[in-house]
């Protein structure tokens, strides 16, 4: 009995401890999502952005997302990659002239919460024939894309980072992007590396944690809006 106890006791030591040292790593990499000061300047000098009045229409809430990624491309027109354990936030992004799908995707996350949209991170993880998504998540090299989604007043729109397409369908609805395949016939064109089944994770930048400081080997995320999805849906 004795014995049983403490291997109970033992267990659950284990366990509180795993669950502190997560919380614990999660606050010390967790990737904030706030603008800065540096950011308002990149904003409002290098791509002439302004704040949209409220209420505003569902027309000039698209306007304005098409404003932002198009000037984007305008000054950053090729995707390349860059080194990891580089900064990348917008100021350095546009200054570079260089970057990839998770490097505009996080100017985009800002940029339209600058605005006054909310906005949230999505890392699609792609499905390769029969994996699973723990087979997959554990899969060197398996293939992923960064993209936005928006708040609208007419729901949550995906805002791609490779090209300079919305998910917004030809009679003009939004779509999110656990919907973009199945509703992919609505749109009169998108991208083809958006046409297969995918996972769209909510918070997640990367597996690897090299992408944002402190650049260890734990996952990037921005924790509270993963488990607000998580939560909330």
């Not at 505003?56 to 080194?83: D, L, M, R, W, Y």
């Not at 339209?112 to 999505?122: D, F, K, M, N, Q």
């Amino acid at each position: 009995m004795k014995l049983r106890q403490r291997t109970r006791r033992a267990g659950l030591i284990i366990l509180v401890t795993a669950i502190v040292s997560f919380v614990l790593l999660a606050i010390y990499t967790n990737v904030p999502t706030n603008y800065t000061a540096q950011d308002e300047a990149v904003f409002e000098d290098t791509l002439h952005l302004k704040p949209l009045r409220h209420p505003q229409t569902f027309a000039q809430e698209i306007e304005a997302i098409k404003f932002i990624q198009q000037g984007t491309f305008f000054i950053v027109p090729k995707n390349t990659s860059k080194n990891d354990h580089t900064v990348r936030e917008p100021a350095e992004f546009l200054g570079m002239r260089e970057g990839i799908c998770y490097d505009r995707s996080r100017l985009t996350d800002k940029a339209i919460a600058y605005i006054g949209l909310p906005s949230r991170h999505v890392y699609l993880f792609f499905r390769k024939g029969e994996r699973g998504f723990f087979s997959s998540l554990f899969r060197l090299k398996n293939p992923s894309h960064a993209v936005t989604e928006v708040k609208t007043s007419e729901g949550w729109m995906l805002v791609d980072s490779a090209s300079d397409w919305i998910a917004l369908t030809r009679d003009g609805q939004v779509v999110n992007a656990d919907d973009v395949l199945q509703r992919s016939k609505e749109f009169n064109v998108i991208p083809p590396y958006l046409v297969g089944p995918s996972w769209a994770i909510r918070g997640m930048y990367s597996r690897h944690g090299q992408l944002y400081p402190p650049y260890i080997f734990f996952p990037d995320f921005n924790w509270p809006d993963f488990f607000s999805w998580l939560i909330f849906g």
